[in-house]
């Protein structure tokens, strides 16, 4: 690889700005498809860095597009296109102060408890340093920063990618925070989110209670009926659901009961035919509470595909950049947090990531490290999934929190205000842009990332899992 390392030597002298911003964002969490002031405050310094931003991605008030081209010399655009996929959104429930101790900013507000500060900054970064580098060596070609929301359970992406806003790009680049330093190579499951709402008949639940159908009766049998299909689905199924409205008072019969379930598979003739046999239990249920059920398809998102040598190309960048370096507070601070979490985690990245006993015992991990999940698929989900069916894509993960803490949980928020985060994040940024920059200078090695892309497809082609009745929240930006 000739690649100098212009763009990580930017970032260096430019990464105020950029922690500024990721902890502007982490200190005002907007949950999806709120995310109002995080997607302005990025789009808005996207637009005074000289790109030109498209707002209303697929039909969704808070997603934009930053794109920066430079022509050939001839006139022509030229030049591969070059995507940075970046999120923004909060968790609900997961307020916490930047301090080692659980404790809540605000009762029951919301934090950044996947880190998408962090996620969303740095990719935005790293299309910025590339934009610089371009312009400085006259490189022509197209960057698009994109401002995705909802990643948390609405599935920003996917509709975005239903009005093809990805479909020209050569490929894309995504990073998430995570304990390790690495390059993904396996996989995610998909998903599909239904609301199942069940209609009865409201009786005194004393006095009359044969006259009532109960809609609570339906989604209690509607559950235990799921509890019993996951005996009967493959290893990597999962079903989650949430009782959103059970009704009011006890001594009514309620008439209106709802559940939330998230249906998760791998492949996507996975996800269907789980998805057939839940709304099968659910039509079962209804029956025999004597209720209606009506079944609304809320978001979903395909799994994912990883390319290998996109994947390879980061972890060269990696091996050049060296480790992240902690300070003795930063790895004091990791360590007092990791005190208070469940030890479950470091058993899960032994078991999982292959790491030994002795560097799970570590505070923080900031080696680097070849990808270590081939072959492997996650029971989580996400909506990149469904970038990675329409253009090549590497999901790139670096240390922003410490060894014993999980995703969605107080510790990540805990540190994504730190120089724990900011050093993540950062590293992060340079690692997709030097990446980005060996693209420009060598086609034939983005010609083999694109080689591998094709011939996965060529196997499933991509179909979008959304309705087309599916639409996102018509919410208007107040602050546009």
Not at 195 to 212: D, E, I, N, S
Not at 261 to 271: F, G, I, K
């Amino acid at each position: 690889m000739t690649t100098t390392i212009k763009t990580a030597d930017w970032l260096n002298r430019n990464q105020t700005q950029f922690i500024e911003m990721a902890d502007t964002i982490w200190g005002h969490p907007e949950i999806r498809w709120q995310e109002f002031q995080s997607s302005k405050l990025q789009a808005d310094y996207m637009e005074e860095a000289g790109f030109e931003v498209t707002w209303d991605i697929g039909g969704i008030t808070t997603a934009f597009m930053a794109e920066w081209k430079l022509e050939s010399a001839d006139g022509s655009a030229g030049g591969p296109k070059i995507g940075f996929l970046g999120e923004y959104d909060a968790l609900p429930g997961l307020s916490q102060k930047n301090i080692a101790v659980q404790e809540a900013i605000e009762q029951n507000g919301h934090g950044h408890g996947c880190g998408h500060n962090l996620l969303g900054t740095g990719a935005l970064a790293a299309a910025m340093s590339v934009k610089q580098w371009m312009g400085e060596t006259g490189t022509a070609g197209t960057i698009r920063y994109f401002g995705c929301p909802a990643e948390e359970g609405g599935g920003g992406k996917v509709f975005m990618a239903r009005d093809g806003v990805f479909d020209d790009l050569d490929c894309a680049f995504n990073f998430h925070p995570g304990n390790v330093n690495t390059t993904m190579k396996g996989s995610a499951v998909g998903v599909n989110r239904y609301y199942f709402r069940f209609h009865g008949r409201t009786a005194h639940a004393g006095a009359a209670p044969h006259l009532g159908r109960s809609a609570l009766d339906a989604v209690e049998l509607m559950n235990v009926g799921i509890n019993y299909l996951r005996e009967h689905v493959k290893d990597n199924v999962r079903l989650h659901y949430q009782i959103t409205h059970g009704g009011g008072a006890p001594n009514v019969v309620p008439d209106f009961a709802e559940v939330f379930y998230y249906v998760r598979a791998h492949l996507p003739e996975d996800v269907a035919e789980v998805s057939e046999r839940v709304i099968k239990v659910a039509k079962g249920a209804a029956m025999m509470t004597e209720t209606e059920c009506e079944v609304v398809y809320d978001s979903g998102s395909s799994c994912v595909l990883s390319n290998h040598a996109l994947a390879d190309l980061q972890y060269e960048v990696m091996q050049r950049l060296g480790p992240i370096e902690f300070t003795p507070q930063e790895m004091a601070y990791a360590a007092e947090i990791n005190e208070k979490n469940p030890p479950g985690t470091k058993k899960y990245l032994q078991t999982s990531y292959g790491l030994t006993e002795e560097e799970v015992e570590m505070p923080l991990l900031g080696q680097v490290r070849p990808s270590l999940d081939e072959g492997r698929v996650m029971t989580g989900s996400t909506d990149v999934g469904d970038v990675s069916w329409i253009t090549p894509v590497s999901m790139l993960i670096t240390t922003c929190w410490p060894t014993n803490v999980m995703a969605h949980t107080w510790g990540v928020v805990a540190t994504g205000r730190t120089g724990i985060g900011h050093k993540g994040m950062m590293y992060a940024a340079k690692v997709m842009a030097e990446s980005a920059v060996e693209l420009f200078k060598d086609p034939a090695r983005l010609q083999q990332v694109r080689a591998e892309f094709e011939a996965q497809i060529a196997k499933r082609p991509y179909v979008n899992p959304l309705p087309d009745d599916c639409m996102p929240p018509n919410n208007r930006h107040p602050l546009r």
